[in-house]
DNA sequence: GGATGAAATCAACATGGTGTTGATAATTTC
DNA sequence: GAAATTATCAACACCATGTTGATTTCATCC
């Protein structure tokens, strides 16, 4: 039984197709990229590429899967003063991963990373939202959950843009800031 | 003289292509919609989009540029509470474009739009961040403001997706509160 | 180190959208 | 009704897609 599954082969293949893929995304747009010119630059045969993934689609999901796991343990995050020290890890990975965070961040309609890492704090935001804007409508408190959602994700993208000369460390303390001034999360220490 | 540029025939062969591909994005991603497909169900030839539209890109941008052209008198408002009667109406006019409103708001870092309604309050901002945050550095106060921008564009996008049964009225008024307890724009009442 | 089977290559194909062109027909306006 | 503009039509070359079948290469196990 000679001929195993998932060679090294396989492995190179995918991870050279994977890194031809994002040399490409970080100077074009990724609705421009073609499996064509995605296996030119990894000299791999279209056919390959189609034994692999599905199209040009599947093959980022793959990729924003691999992302999602790297971020999943820092959700477990608990204690004192838990948000900075979890914000400042997240916003170290998404920047160790710029180029795929910055297309998952721009398309977070659809994004599962945002989904969840954002599902984790919902009803803990809710709940301290009901108290700070003495509101019950839960149709209103989820806005204001969006507001703040959107409010990060938007701010944290456009650093990754651009950091302007702002450090990890400086965005992080920004952004709790904001955070704790909006008084969600019952943040009264950072 | 007879045979003037602009005919009505013009005027209506561009309509029907402008209502078509309105119509198709309304169950359809804009990456997806085809120019054939757009001139099938307007039932015009493709040979006439080209000749009025570089492309479907194009299209949408003529799309989009009159939008803007209804949103900018908004933005002229002044005087006391302005910020609660500016978007009320900015958000009345964005509702009634539901379908073009979610495509731009969606791809906001592109959207002339967003950029055009934001400039006009930047400065503003920014000053009373400057107060509020006691911060000075133009870089931090800078994504400051793009949490603010993120925020709304983020709520009222979410909005215009699925109202849940919120009002016009209710979303303006939860909008101003929370933009009023980051206490920007001096704003102290609604 | 040779056998084995998985994986990669290659060429070819049908499909479908793109953007353009040149001749012809229809329509608007005067 | 004449003149100018606009729309239609058919045809074209072009390019990316996704699939197929035959063939070669290669990693792994014995």
Redesign the pocket.
Known sequence: ??????????Q???QVIKQSFLKILEEKDISK???????ELA??????????Y???NDLFNQIEDELIASVMPILQIEGEGFIHVWLSKLIHLLNENRTVSRIILTDYQNSRLVKNVFAEVQNMAMRDFSKDFKENDPRILNFYFVFFVQGSIGTILEWLKDDAGVSEQELTDALTKVLERISILGLKHV
Do not use: P, W
């Open positions: 039984m000679a001929g195993v599954k998932n060679n090294r082969r396989v190179y293949t995918k990229v073609s499996v064509k010119e995605i296996c000299d791999v045969n279209r056919g390959t590429f189609y034994l692999h599905q199209d040009s």
